[in-house]
């Protein structure tokens, strides 16, 4: 009986940048003698670039909150030199090699695995009409507010939540967040369930059409078989972790139950394509048992150190993929992180919308921003940094680049540390 490999923990965690396309030289370290071919240079932005790094990374969280920036422009803006939000709006909108929908939240996704959500369309079309959720936002006749709806679009064309304020003479007021009212809650069942699909933004706000419009190529693919799907959702999880347990392989697609995924892994155990390991926390702890592709020696061969040059800080949005599963983070880079957005300011313990620093393989610190549009000053709170992290001057530096950097992505003009 063979033994289990045992990995530490900045192996897994490096991994889990490099997949995750952080691992890139800094833009100041192209054309020296450090940046060779084994070390890859962060590539310059494009509509292709984007669609090729969403790709990469599997998905790309969409999130609201525009205290800095969208969280998916910071996502992306991390990965790629010259980052414009027109890149995003043009992969979508334009090419339509990505299409907006659901994994473990909204996200965009590349358009070429749509076969793949024909599984969670027919999911969310049978559990949305049952939900009491959903129940009582369509109201009392949820048929006839879907005809309607659908109708409209059909006749009309694109059209946002906003132009059904006044349906039928009646008068209607905005909702809120999740105050909606039916026809939005329509317009969102007949996204979430494939009849319509998210033709583009407008100041965020959705734009709905019909899914053939959108999407005509994509839209007429049969959807995948059911165990084609779920072995491409085990192997393209695995593809993008590293080293994972069978839950985070279940979380990150959020679109098959953990004991289907657990029959899976077994399966590819028992043939030769996974392999069990122990990754070892960083700190204190017992290894948890994960599962690794097989070749994993030879496929996540690691680069050498970089240099101190070539050692950057950045920082990273909220939800970002690094971060996203907070219990991951805490075991490999012991790094607890909570998102205090939504927690009451007096209860908050740094911030708003706390941003992680990343510094090589390791998160260092952390800041609270926020974007005063009006005079163009990107405002920092702390930075706090890590027990044992010293803020010695090569440190400070790495952080004034870190927020110089974040305040022209955004277009601020200065950077003021409160």
Known sequence: MTSTAVIPARVARRVLLSLQALDAAPPSARGTKSCTLAQPVRPRSSAAQVTALVERLGYVQ?????????AHHLILSARLDGFRPAHLAHAIERRRDLFEHWTHDACVIPTRWYPH?????????????TNAWWRERFGADADRIMRRVLARVTREGPLRARDFIR??????EPGGWWNWHPEKAALEHLWRCGRLAVAGRARFEKIY?????VHADAHGMPAS??????????????DRLGFATERELAAFWSAAPLPEIRGWVNEAVVRGELERVSVEPEGEGKPTACVAPADWRERFALRGGR????????ALAPFDPIIRDRARALRLFAFDYRFEAFTPAAKRRYGYYVMPLLEGDRLVGRIDPKFDRDAGVLEIRGP???????????????LDTALNRLAQTIGAGSVQQL
């Open 117 to 129: 959500w024909h599984h969670r369309f027919a999911r969310y079309a049978k559990r949305d009409r």
């Open 307 to 314: 240099s101190k040059s070539e050692v950057e800080m950045l």
């Open 384 to 398: 706090w940094w890590e027990p044992g992290i010293k803020p010695d001057r090569a440190r400070r530096a790495r």
């Open 62 to 70: 969409i999130d609201s909150i525009n205290v800095i920036d969208r």
């Open 225 to 238: 078989e059911s165990s084609e799907h779920l072995a491409w959702l085990a192997r393209s999880a695995i």
């Open 209 to 213: 059409d019909l899914s053939e419009r």
């Open 167 to 172: 349906a039928e003479g009646e008068r209607r």
